[in-house]
T-cell receptor, first 116, second 115 residues
Framework: AQSVTQLDSQVPVFEEAPVELRCNYS??????LFWYVQYPNQGLQLLLK??????LVKGINGFEAEFNKSQTSFHLRKPSVHISDTAEYFC??????????????FGTGTRLTVIP | GAVVSQHPSWVICKSGTSVKIECRSL??????MFWYRQFPKQSLMLMAT?????????EQGVEKDKFLINHASLTLSTLTVTSAHPEDSSFYIC???????????FGPGTRLTVL
């Protein structure tokens, strides 16, 4: 069963425009939620995470995400993108109570391309 | 933040040879390390989870005799691709987590090309 869905495989956006990258998850248990960014030929870098508390999470590089339990979503947003934001973005979840320790389940990724 | 390194970053080898990839946590002790494989334009797929001093737990469909994992210390895990074949060509990424947190810190990845 697919735990994490990223509906948009590619998102082109003009520089300085806002962007939202969508992430939905399916789980019958509580989850921890993450967004990672992968620049070309590099490993993953943690953007932000939601473990508990405030549902609005702020991360690095001006990104933020909001956990919406009723809609099982964790969409990533940035009010004004920069050329350097061009990268692959992955949403991931840890299912609480899963048998695997800290096993991250990744979405298929969204390629954000910022157009000058 | 926590830093994880991988070596080598890029390796090309002949079919039938074995390749070892190292994953190190540079500024923290990682009880658990993870190995992922990423195909072009696809997401990361977990291959195995290793805990220091114990045998790795492999995901379904991953051949443990082909992908040997050793986690001999709290800062080092190795993945050995034995008798590599062209279909093993991929981007291999490791991550490490602290004992009591849920954040995995990722290495920069190793691109393996088998000719």
């Amino acid at each position: 069963a697919q735990s994490v869905t990223q509906l948009d495989s590619q998102v082109p956006v003009f520089e300085e425009a806002p962007v939202e990258l969508r992430c939905n998850y399916s789980s019958s248990v509580s989850v921890y939620l993450f967004w990672y960014v992968q620049y070309p030929n590099q490993g993953l870098q943690l953007l932000l995470k939601y473990l508990s508390g405030s549902t609005l999470v702020k991360g690095i590089n001006g990104f933020e995400a909001e956990f919406n339990k009723s809609q099982t979503s964790f969409h990533l947003r940035k009010p004004s993108v920069h050329i350097s934001d061009t990268a692959e973005y992955f949403c991931a979840v840890i299912l609480m109570g899963s048998t695997g320790a800290n096993n991250l389940f990744f979405g298929t990724g969204t390629r954000l391309t910022v157009i000058p | 933040g926590a830093v994880v390194s991988q070596h080598p970053s890029w390796v090309i080898c002949k079919s039938g040879t074995s390749v070892k990839i190292e994953c190190r946590s540079l500024d923290f002790q990682a009880t658990t390390m993870f190995w992922y494989r990423q195909f072009p334009k696809q997401s990361l797929m977990l291959m195995a989870t290793s805990n220091e001093g114990s045998k790795a737990t492999y995901e379904q469909g991953v051949e443990k005799d082909k992908f040997l994992i050793n986690h001999a210390s709290l800062t080092l895990s190795t993945l050995t691709v034995t008798s590599a074949h062209p279909e093993d060509s991929s981007f291999y990424i490791c991550s490490a987590s602290l004992l009591v947190t849920d954040t995995q810190y990722f290495g920069p990845g190793t691109r393996l090309t088998v000719l």
